[in-house]
Structure formats: C-alpha cells, structure tokens
C-alpha cells in the first residue's frame, strides 16, 4: 500500500513569509507526528495527533509554528513569519498506536530553505 | 541536554566485514529503542527494535545489543553490504508517562560501505 506521503518536497521561501506543508499519513493510522532535522542534528519532536485527543504540541519550538489534522487524515503543519533558523527538512511519520517499539513510518519529508 | 547520543558521526567498513553502531542514552526510564536507517532524500526507515528488558535482538544481518548498566547500545550488521551505506539513527522511547510515542533521536551515524 501507498507510504506516508509529503508535499512540496522542496520550499525555497522568503524570510517573513508563511508556509504550508502537507501530510498524507498511511490509510488507517492513527498517530501522526511531525518532526525536523536541521543540519547536523537528529530529528527532533514538533508535535503529535492521535485520534480525536488533543495534540501534544510540546515540542512546537514557537508560536509561529502550528499544525492541524482535519478529517483524522491529512495535516499540515503551518510556520508564520518564517525565519532563517526554520530551514531544516520537516519530517511526517504515523503509525497505530499501542503499547511496544511502537514503529513510526516516515515520509520522504519536506525540504525548507528560508532565504 | 541530548538524551540519545550518538559520538561517532560516520563510519567506514570493507564490504563483507562487520559494522558496529554505537549509541548511549542518559534516560534510564526509556523501555525502548530503535534503529532507523535514512538515505539522502528519503525518510527514515525502521530497521530493528529492543526492549529494555532484552539484551539483544537479532534479525537478519542486523543484531542490536543492549547493556542497560552502561546505557549503551549498539547494531551489528554483519557482513556488510555497499547498500547498507546510509545514516543510522538510534531512538528511544518510554511508555509510561502518557508520552509513548515520542521518538528521541540521535544525530545520526553516516556508514559507508567500500566494495
């Protein structure tokens, strides 16, 4: 079956502009998180939706950065005001969710270059 | 603080020798760890998982071993193939808390396998 997928793969955008980048997460899994990797470092946690609970925003490093999850499927994670430190690939796992390793599936992950 | 750490940031083997992939944890509460393996432009791929109650997990060419009084563990791949050369993560996890399923990653081991 199809992977989780993202869009753009690329974003070139301007400091102080907003950006939109979207996930599509794997038929019937109901986790979805969002993480980045800027350069040089691991992935780090932004945020994480499981089903109809509230999202756990605690890694969201500003209030610039948001995201939603509409329909319990596709999210989009949005940064406003873009800044030059927000350059980093965005990544967008899901995944069931349970008890054990609990396995995250990744997406090809969205490349962001604030110039 | 880094949590999951991951001191060697690459690697080179000869093909068909042994690959060994470090990576300690300070988090004595994680249940969980995983590895991850990432080529360039692409997602990470889940390759192989531990509980912390085990000490080892073996599947395929991939062993990882963990000794939980050093908060180390370590992924075995034997014999090494050029198609293994990618970036390995390790990650962990723990389950209590109600934050299980957040994934702390490591900043990355680039293996290079020489034909």
């Known amino acids: 079956g199809a992977g989780v997928s993202q869009s753009p793969s690329n974003k070139v955008t301007e400091k102080g502009k907003d950006v939109e980048l979207r996930c599509d997460p794997i038929s019937g899994h109901t986790a979805l998180y969002w993480y980045r990797q800027s350069l040089g470092q691991g992935l780090e946690f932004l945020i994480y939706?499981?089903?109809?609970?509230?999202?756990?925003k605690s890694g969201l490093p500003s209030d610039r950065f948001s995201a939603e999850r509409t329909g319990g499927s596709v999210s989009t994670l949005t940064i406003q005001r873009t800044q030059q430190e927000d350059s980093a690939v965005y990544l967008c796992?899901?995944?069931?969710?349970?008890?054990?390793?609990?396995?995250?599936?990744f997406g090809p992950g969205t490349r962001l270059t604030v110039t | 603080d880094q949590q999951v750490k991951q001191n060697s940031p690459s690697l080179s083997v000869q093909e068909g020798r042994i690959s060994i992939l470090n990576c300690d944890y300070t988090?004595?509460?994680?249940?969980?760890f995983l590895w991850y393996k990432k080529y360039p432009a692409e997602g990470p791929t889940f390759l192989i998982s531990i509980s912390s109650i085990k000490d080892k997990n073996e599947d395929g060419r991939f062993t990882v071993f963990l000794n939980k009084s050093a908060k180390h563990l370590s992924l075995h791949i034997v014999p090494s193939q050029p198609g293994d050369s990618a970036v390995y993560f390790c990650a962990a996890k723990y389950v209590r808390g109600g934050s299980n399923y957040k994934l702390t990653f490591g900043k990355g081991t680039l293996l290079t396998v020489n034909p």
């Open positions: 988090n004595s509460m994680f249940d969980y």
């Open positions: 796992a899901s995944s069931f969710v349970g008890v054990g390793a609990g396995e995250q599936y």
């Open positions: 939706f499981q089903g109809n609970s509230a999202p756990d």
